[in-house]
């Protein structure tokens, strides 16, 4: 419930700032009706501090209406001039952008609803999509293909660019009205900022950064690294709901997609005030070095580790690397040797990445490490110990050395090309 106190002054500040006009001022306070979403923007607002949300105990509450599971989904950002279209798997059609240069789902999305899509089936509850934008673009579309159910559409200029007062403000309302029993997030830079506000306003738990989720006993099971990554700790959050996790990228498949669905469109009407933005963007840069490649998005992955013993040996990596056509990561070890710059750090420290081909020299496989790369489609590791863990994940291993084995590897590369 939430409560107005003697201290209120009667400024007003709180009405215009309220999603659905559920505060009026009557004799110089202001009362709150039935409307109220228990958002918390008034309470944010609210200079003298008269205005309190009493939370009930949650281990009393019934949590039988809440029912779906939600995925926010982020949109690149406004001057992202991204191609026409968007890259897909092997083997199966590009998926046609909506406009040239217009603000695009991110492929994070996608992979949280292809693992939204399994929760959801096992609950037998509806997945749903969570779009905050300044103008829809057939965005339904695209989410139907990746088999949501539904989309909740919010649109206001205020959505132009991210902001995490409006934006959380926003996922708060929505959440209190419609009840979904799951939230998931990208663990990205905005999902990392939006969700610990969305958490605190609603006052429930939030797991970061899970690489695992799964359904055990009606309850979302969220499985994240824990300890420096030396073991994996299962989470769950039986006394509140949502439940609610940022989910790392590149560690979720993307589904193939369901052609010709699209998700059914509930526009959502949200009045937002302009004063909740307490950050103003003056001007926005963006610098981007020509033809830069990020590691996460390489299709094949070369990486090194410990056992390439020096910084020059390390550099042969580069060469088979090129030969593939594709980039050179490295495990944490390797880049605290100084082998390699932390850009290219593959790991739960570092990137996590999930190539067609990931190939591993010299890597013991550290929990830590597998966390970033186990998603890859191939694995190939080279390791002169038989019972190095990398060999758990790999797809092929081989058991020598990896000096011998990589020269004899670019000259036989050499060869055929």
């Known amino acids: 419930m939430i409560e107005v106190s003697q201290k209120c002054i009667g400024c007003g500040k709180c009405v215009p700032v309220c999603p659905f006009a559920a505060i009026q001022m009557m004799e110089k306070k202001a009362v709150i009706n039935e409307a109220c979403t228990l958002c918390g923007a008034c309470v944010q607002i609210c200079p003298v501090e008269a205005i309190n949300i009493v939370r009930e105990e949650s281990v ?10 939600w995925v926010f989904v982020e949109l690149s ?3 992202d001039k991204a191609s026409a279209h968007r890259a897909a798997p092997a083997g199966k059609p590009q998926a046609e952008a909506v406009i040239e240069g217009a603000r695009k789902i991110k492929p994070v999305t996608f992979e949280l609803l292809s693992a939204g899509r399994k929760l959801a089936d096992e609950l037998g509850q509806e997945l749903c999509a969570v779009v905050l934008t300044d ?8 989410l139907g293909a990746l088999d949501a159910d539904k989309m909740y559409l919010v649109e206001n200029p205020e959505f132009f660019e991210y902001n995490t007062d409006i934006f959380s403000t926003a996922i708060t309302a929505l959440v209190n009205r419609h009840k979904p029993a799951v939230m998931l997030y990208p663990a990205t830079i905005q999902g990392r900022d939006l969700a610990p506000r969305v958490a605190a306003a609603l006052y429930v738990g939030l797991t970061a950064d899970c690489t695992g989720l799964a359904i055990k006993d009606g309850l979302l099971l969220q499985s994240r690294p824990a300890f420096g990554g030396n073991i994996m700790a299962d989470i769950l959050s039986p006394n509140s709901r949502p439940q609610m996790a940022t989910v790392r990228p590149n560690v979720m498949k993307i589904s193939d997609p369901v052609y010709g669905k699209t998700a059914v469109l509930l526009r959502e009407e949200i009045k937002i005030d302009k004063t909740l933005r307490r950050v103003k963007v003056l001007e926005r840069k963006i610098t981007r070095e020509p033809g830069a490649l990020k590691i996460s998005d390489a299709k094949i992955v070369v990486s090194g580790g410990r056992g390439m013993k020096t910084k020059e040996k390390f550099k042969t990596l580069e060469e088979l690397a090129r030969l ?6 490295a495990s944490r070890a390797a880049v605290d040797l100084g082998f390699k710059e932390k850009t290219r750090q593959v790991g739960q420290s570092g990137t996590t990445v999930s190539p067609s081909i990931y190939l591993a020299f010299g890597i013991s496989g550290a929990v830590q490490h597998i966390v970033g ?4 489609d191939v694995i190939v590791a080279i390791n002169k110990d038989p019972g190095a863990s990398i060999f758990n994940v790999a797809t092929y291993g081989i058991v020598g050395d990896a000096h011998e084995i990589l020269p004899k590897l670019i000259e036989a590369l050499k060869r055929k090309g």
């Open 135 to 142: 103008k829809n673009r057939a965005y339904e579309k695209e």
């Open 373 to 376: 790369m186990k998603s890859s």
């Open 324 to 329: 593939l056509g594709g980039m050179v990561g």
């Open 77 to 79: 950002e406004p001057e």
């Open 60 to 69: 009393l509450k019934d949590f039988s209406n809440y029912k779906g599971v």
